[in-house]
């Protein structure tokens, strides 16, 4: 089985702290992503990454950014934490390259960590 | 406009009922469609994949619908394991990736 590990279940940061959430799978996948999920909202995409070094915005990259240094690890990184990034995060992996088919097998996700800022 | 929108519910069905849930999409071209099973403060998880013929798994039958853009997935004999937010995924031509519909909450109530 595709494992996706996410190294906190839940953290509490203070406003204005950088914040690094990490994101590892064992099953050398090409493709990781990070998603906030909120109640009413549904799982939003923040950024992902096809590739080592590589990554691109999702649809709300703003207040976030991301490392992919090596192929298994994708860090989530709050620059300055703010109140309103109190979210659960998601990571997920998915087999294939970008444009091809292998989107069929959908995505494995992290068990996710719940993020307080105060 | 959304990429893909599901009704949030919530349904209450006592066990043993059938329930069905739909989602549509917006993009003609979507290629891939999906159920996944998210459990209260879990992560999703894979429920199973939507082909264009439709596809079955015990319980469970998921349809697609091309021309009208919706895929639909039924339950049957629903027990009160079932109870959980279903998401409908959908994945788009280009790219590897995934939009969610904001989930559908069901209770299977004794």
């Known amino acids: 089985d595709v494992k996706v590990t996410q190294s906190s279940r839940y953290l509490v940061k203070r406003t204005g702290e950088k914040v690094f959430l990490e994101c590892v799978q064992d099953m050398d996948h090409e493709n990781m992503f990070w998603y906030r999920q909120d109640p009413g909202l549904g799982l939003r995409l923040i950024y992902f990454s096809y590739d080592v070094k590589m990554k691109e915005k999702g649809d709300i990259p703003e207040g976030y950014s991301v490392s992919r240094e090596k192929k298994e690890r994708f860090s989530l990184i709050l620059e300055s934490a703010s109140t309103n990034q109190t979210s659960m995060y998601l990571c997920a992996s998915s087999l294939g390259r970008k444009g091809t088919a292998a989107s069929q097998y959908g995505y494995t996700f992290g068990s996710g960590t719940r993020l307080t800022v105060v | 406009r959304k990429e893909v929108e599901q009704d949030p519910g919530p349904f209450n069905v006592p066990e043993g009922a059938t329930v069905a849930f739909n989602c549509t999409y917006s993009?003609?071209?979507?290629?891939?469609f999906f159920w996944y099973r998210q459990d209260c403060r879990k992560e999703p998880k894979l429920l199973m994949s939507?082909?264009?013929s439709g596809n079955e798994d015990g319980r469970f039958t998921a349809q697609l619908n091309r021309a009208s853009q919706y895929i639909s997935l039924l339950i049957r004999d629903s027990k009160l394991s079932d109870s959980a937010t279903y998401l409908c995924?959908?994945?788009?031509?280009?790219?590897?990736?995934?939009?969610f519909g904001t989930g559908t909450s069901l209770t299977v109530i004794p």
């Open positions: 995924v959908v994945n788009m031509v280009t790219g590897n990736q995934f939009y």
């Open positions: 993009n003609s071209a979507s290629q891939s």
């Open positions: 939507v082909y264009s």
